[in-house]
């Protein structure tokens, strides 16, 4: 009978501390790649994704995920809503505490939603983002956590116990199945004003590369945290996402650099982010070595992959499907080639001898939650279109998102101080859609010369100081001001 062990409870206490931690970072990530009139909605929606997800884990959706299958493998009961029962000293799961896994569990759940946001960035109603959030984690995410997650002696989910795929911490559950809620997303809300016309690029790289730092040291709690135990396990997987992430960087950094002759702050970002995601299925199923070629692969097929939404016309503004989804199904599927029993999952790929034993198992793993997480959002999304309405207007788009869901601008252009401030928001004066624009306008900086050094002009780019971002870059969104001259894109551009 399993005994309650202190060190096994501490690791995984703090590895969900680090799993939280993604969340914010993550808003970082995403606020960073926004234009300036769209990083504190983007935060928002991060945040709110901590503050609904918190609540419903702990009421039912916990008990949905993980407490007695009722469902032939498909969702679990109710039979722990609000965690009664599971709060006493001897309620334990494996060395520690349930209370412990619930939590740990919990970042899972958050984190999953948070990433569906970059996709519909800079147009989503915060009123209707939060109604998603509360029926996604319902239909979608609680259901396919259990079939991914709950292991119960061959009567868990289907995934888990019944095909045998492996997922170590959420190569299908949380990847897969944001990625392909969020190609839903950018189906059902359709594209932003001025998508392809105008240039969308990140208004702030050093947050992006915050973000990215954020993310990075977050992951070692979200893939050696799900070994629950402070043991080898925890060690190989650890240092597998650590190689998996440096390879990816260098992957996507020399693609940019073959491709458009300079690497890039934001392609390092973006590489280090797909080999996080591709090794998080695969962190206990492959060597160190194994690891390093997730990692180059995902750098090299996401770097390339991020410019199909130009060739196929769907607005995926943060690149959720390019280096999510993407990076998901190349962790989930390669485990059936370089899986070796030498890692602590034990299982050997095709390229190890196993045959295609492991492989069909990846696959349907990954085309079932693919599948299922794209219907359901699909429909939530239309459902919620056509009641509430999910987007804003196209006016309070061009004044900008900030302004016109929070009443709030991330700077303050102006010279009189307190950005709010300055359009009587502290004095509780209401904002009004039809000023939007005239706010906005006030934010511009005041015209200047060519000649001056200051100038906005000053620090674009020019023949002289370097080509414009190449095609494949994820990120999104010009700095505001007066919009640029449409430029000529080259073909997958990643120019939003």
Known sequence: MPQLSAGDTAWVLASAALVLLMT??????????????????????????????????????????????VGGGLIGGLGDF????????????????TTVFVAFQAMFAIITVALISGAIADRTKFSAWIVFIVAWATIVYFPVAHWVFFFDDGNGGWIADKIKALDFAGGTAVHINAGAAG?????????????????????????????AGLLWFGWFGFNAGSALSANGTAGVAFINTQVATAAGLLAWIL?????????????????????????????????????????????????LAVGLKTKFGF????????????????????????????????????????????????????????????????VIGKVIDKTMGFRISEDDEVSGIDLT????????????????????????????????????????PAPRSASDPTSESASEPTSESG???????????????????PAEEKEGSWTR
């Open 315 to 378: 607005d995926d503004s943060l690149d959720v499907v390019g280096v999510h989804l993407v990076g998901g199904l190349v962790g989930t599927l390669i485990i059936g080639f370089l899986a070796s029993a030498a890692a602590p999952a034990g299982v050997n790929g095709l390229f190890y001898g196993g045959g295609f034993d492991q492989l069909w198992r990846q696959t349907v793993a990954a085309a079932a939650v693919l599948a299922y997480s794209f219907v359901l959002t699909y």
């Open 82 to 97: 609000g965690l009664e029962g599971l709060i006493g000293e001897k309620s334990l799961s494996g060395t520690i505490p």
């Open 255 to 303: 693609v940019e650099k073959i491709r458009d002759g300079k690497p890039t702050t934001l392609g390092a970002a973006s590489g280090a982010v797909a080999g996080l995601v591709a090794i998080t299925p695969a962190c206990a199923s492959v060597t160190p070595l194994g690891a390093i070629l997730v990692g180059l692969a995902a750098g090299v097929l996401c770097a």
């Open 183 to 211: 190609l839903a997303l950018a189906l059902v809300l359709g594209r932003r004003v001025g998508w392809r016309r105008d240039p969308m690029r990140p208004h702030n790289l050093p947050l992006v590369l915050l973000g």
């Open 24 to 69: 914010p970072g993550l808003a970082l990530f995403y606020g960073g790649m926004v234009r300036a009139k769209g990083v504190l909605n983007m935060l928002m929606m991060n945040f709110a994704a901590i503050g609904v997800v918190s609540i419903l884990w702990v009421l039912y959706g916990y008990s949905l995920a993980f407490s007695k299958d």
């Open 467 to 485: 080509p414009e971002p190449g095609p494949g870059e994820p990120g999104q969104g010009p700095e505001d001001g007066p919009a640029a001259a």
């Open 405 to 444: 869901e929070h009443a709030e601008t991330a700077y303050d252009f102006s010279t009189i101080g307190g950005g709010s401030r300055t359009h009587g928001l502290a004095r509780g004066t209401a904002v009004r859609p039809e000023h939007g624009a005239r706010v906005a306008a006030s934010h511009e």
